[in-house]
């Protein structure tokens, strides 16, 4: 699990591999820990930015270019809720409809958006555009209720303005 | 916008630059005093100083425990041929909490300086703040602070040429409410998932890879840089004693002015809703707050006058926790926020304690029934029995958090489930 040996596993033919940037920040990275392991984490939110998931190719790309088992990648990918096993729409709109967020209408506005797109909460709208999904709170209680679209913070958030969101997400096309 | 050197006068501490634009930027930051003092820490003040001021201040932890940092900070054990680690916790999970977003979206370097001096004080050459993974903004804008801090020799080796050296890193979580636990947030640092640690041994003696770690809020750490500047003494005599300096409210829920307020401790529950954020949405008095965040028991109207302390707080039955103010006016569904915040318990429950595990599943499951109207008379008690049999029987404290807000309803508001399974039964 030293910085010196992460790099030399990556040798793989898998569809999914790092970058040789990526590998780079990866290794300054391991070194600001103890342990390879600790940059477990960080090493996932990259995979997940550069692959849009963790598919089960990429957790063990990761596992080896941390030098860590498979086991331990899966511990960790199954724990953490942000950490997403399958694809996903190209815009993610998560709504917070914990206490603040339900105290000023997230309820009614996750249905709302739900009925806009015509699909139910936790699925993806047949293009492959948006996936609507209930997360606890995003700690921005001030700003309820709140949607984090692409882990951008829209807050006080309302029908209309989510409706103005997704208009303009559609003219844009993909991302 | 500086703070005032007379203690009588301060108003806030953590918030004294927020509104100044920029002041994330180390220019416009240092232009309002940002570092100023840290030289002096550096060059006149040791361990055994700071580690004294701190402890004079009286400042206690303002993640939700309360604990005396002073003291925590005394806890860490030297020479014990292991590093020392310093970790930041800036997880802020618990609903109704967001305030120390604001400190690391607007002015990062406070949390930098606290940390460096915190470092200096405990002998600690790599620090480390662990953010929650939504907070990608704030990670953005710490990392670029912290980059500015290195090329002006505040932070890597020997620290504006004083010997001493701290490397700071900022870690990404990724969503699990229980990482805020401390010992939870120190196994997923060492890349794992989040479960918390049996305690002894403590952190300050085992903690981050078994060496001695020291784990403490980002508002906690922000608040160091004016301890030392004025002494413990000046803090000291803000708030009230046992209960001293300023506190950031979250203020959330049914006010007309949602938000962060930084008041003196002491400040009253009433005058922090009526005069700072606006009143209530509807009615005079308010129906529930729950003064601490999510985790903590409920007060009602007749505690409205309670003054925001920690034993003030203790002594209205609840706790001041992290300072998240959640407020629900006579418009609120009780039934439906329980419902809500047992499925929020459920969700987050690490799964490694029997009685959490199964616990907050079985209350979930109960209060959705209650609140779809197929519960009966006895769901009350089995709710009643279920809480209180999680509550104190487990690794870490969720299970209690989960049983605050069922035994809050059960014991405020009766009448109120009761009438929802009879209406719903008729």
């Not at chain 1, 921005?140 to 984090?148: D, I, L």
């Amino acid at each position: 699990m030293s910085a010196d040996a992460v790099v030399s596993e990556t040798d793989r033919s898998e569809k999914n591999r790092f970058s040789d940037e990526r590998l780079a920040e990866i290794e300054a990275l391991v070194k600001r820990y103890p342990s390879a392991q600790s940059a477990l984490m960080p090493v996932l939110h990259m995979a997940q930015e550069d692959f849009g998931y963790l598919s089960m190719d990429t957790q063990q790309m990761v596992a080896d270019v941390l030098g860590l088992r498979l086991m331990q990648v899966r511990e960790v990918v199954t724990f953490y809720t942000m950490f997403r096993e399958q694809p996903c729409g190209s815009y993610l709109l998560e709504v917070c409809t914990n206490a603040g967020c339900m105290l000023n209408g997230a309820n009614e506005l996750v249905a709302h958006m739900c009925k806009t797109l015509q699909i139910n909460i936790g699925e993806t709208t047949p293009d492959g555009m948006f996936t609507v999904t209930e997360v606890e709170c995003a700690g921005a209680c001030g700003g309820a209720p709140v949607v984090q679209v692409n882990n951008v913070y829209h807050e006080k958030a309302t029908p209309e303005s989510m409706d103005a969101l997704i208009a303009e997400c559609r003219a844009a096309g993909g991302q | 916008m500086a703070i005032p050197s007379d203690p009588k006068q301060v108003k806030q501490i953590c918030f004294d630059r927020i509104n100044i634009p920029d002041v994330n930027r180390l220019a416009v930051a240092r232009k309002h005093g940002a570092y100023e003092f840290l030289p002096t820490v550096l060059s006149e003040f040791d361990s055994a100083r700071i580690i004294d001021e701190v402890k004079t201040s009286g400042l206690r932890g303002r993640g939700g425990a309360g604990f005396p940092t002073g003291l925590k900070w005394s806890f860490v054990p030297r020479n014990t041929g292991k590093p020392t680690y310093l970790l930041c916790n800036a997880d802020e999970g618990e609903p109704g909490t967001f305030k120390d977003r604001d400190i690391m979206r607007f002015d990062p370097h406070l949390l930098i300086e606290g940390m460096i001096m915190a470092g200096f004080a405990l002998g600690v050459h790599d620090a480390y703040i662990y953010v929650r993974g939504e907070f990608l903004h704030e990670v953005n804008v710490l990392n670029a602070a912290i980059a500015e801090a290195y090329e002006a020799n505040l932070l890597g080796e020997n620290i504006l040429g004083s010997g001493y050296g701290m490397h700071l890193t900022v870690h990404r979580g990724a969503g699990a409410y229980i990482c805020g636990e401390e010992t939870a947030l120190i196994e997923s640092l060492e890349g794992k998932p989040g479960r918390p640690r049996f305690k002894p041994p403590f952190p300050a003696v085992e903690g981050f890879y078994r060496s001695p770690t020291v784990v403490n809020n980002v508002e906690t750490l922000a608040t160091v840089p004016a301890i030392l500047k004025f002494g413990g003494d000046w803090h000291a005599a803000i708030g009230i004693p046992n209960n001293t300096g300023c506190k950031i409210f979250s203020v959330s829920g049914h006010v007309n002015k949602a938000g962060n307020y930084e008041v003196p401790m002491g400040t009253s529950l009433k005058t922090l809703i009526e005069e700072h954020c606006g009143g209530l949405q509807h009615g005079s008095a308010p129906k529930v707050v729950i003064p601490g965040g999510s985790s903590t028991p409920w007060l009602t109207a007749e505690h409205y006058d309670t003054p925001l302390t920690y034993d003030d707080m203790m002594k209205a039955g609840s706790m001041l926790g992290s300072g998240a103010i959640i407020v629900m006016d006579e418009t609120a569904d009780v039934v439906a926020m329980s419902r809500r915040l047992a499925h929020f318990y459920a969700h987050e429950s690490c799964g490694q304690c029997t009685p959490c595990r199964e616990g907050t599943g079985w209350l979930e499951r109960v209060m959705t029934r209650v609140e779809n109207g197929q519960g009966t008379e006895e769901d009350m008690s089995v709710l009643s029995e279920a809480a209180t049999h999680m509550a104190g029987r487990t690794i870490c404290a969720l299970a209690d958090g989960a049983a605050a807000p069922i035994l809050s309803m059960l014991q405020h508001f009766p009448e109120e489930v009761r009438a929802r399974l009879l209406e719903k039964a008729a």
